[in-house]
C-alpha cells in the first residue's frame, strides 16, 4: 500500500511501549508514527495510586483520548477527576494510569458535542494539528 498511513499511539506508558516497538523496525516512508502530544493540563494532574493522591506529570504515563476532551469534561464536583494507576510495566520501568471514570468523562463529552458545547479543546486541536501535519 501506498497512501500515506499514521499509526498514532496514546501518550501513555502502554502507547510508548507499542510505539517503541514500531519504530525499532524499518517502517516504509508512507507510514508516520505518531503519539498523542503532550499537554499542560497533564503536568500537574491529580492521580491515586499506592502512595496516595499525589500531583505530577502524567504525559507519557497515563494521557489516553479522554485527556484531551478539555477540562470542563474532566472536572467533576469542581476537581479533575484523578487518574488510577492501575499496573506497572516491568520493562519500561513505569506505571500505567488511566483516567479514574473513563464512562463518566466519555459521556459528558458526547453531551458536549451533541449541545455544540465545544469551547475547551486546545489539547484536542492539538493532537488534530499534529495528524493533519503529519505529512508537511
Known sequence: M??????????DTAGLKEMKKLTSTTV?????ILKYPDITLAKKYPTVGPTGKK?????GLACS?????????????NELIPIQWKG?????????GEIADKNFVQETFRKKLIKAE???IDELNKLLKGIFNAYK
Not at 483520548?65 to 464536583?77: K, P, Q, W
Open 55 to 59: 500531583k505530577m506529570n502524567i504525559n
Open 88 to 96: 506497572f510495566e516491568e520493562k519500561e520501568m513505569k506505571y500505567q
Open 65 to 77: 483520548i479522554e485527556m484531551y476532551f478539555g477540562a470542563d469534561v474532566l472536572t467533576r464536583n
Open 118 to 120: 465545544v469551547t475547551e
Open 28 to 32: 516504509p516512508p508512507n507510514i508516520k
Open 2 to 11: 501506498k497512501h500515506p498511513i499514521i499509526a498514532l499511539f496514546d501518550n
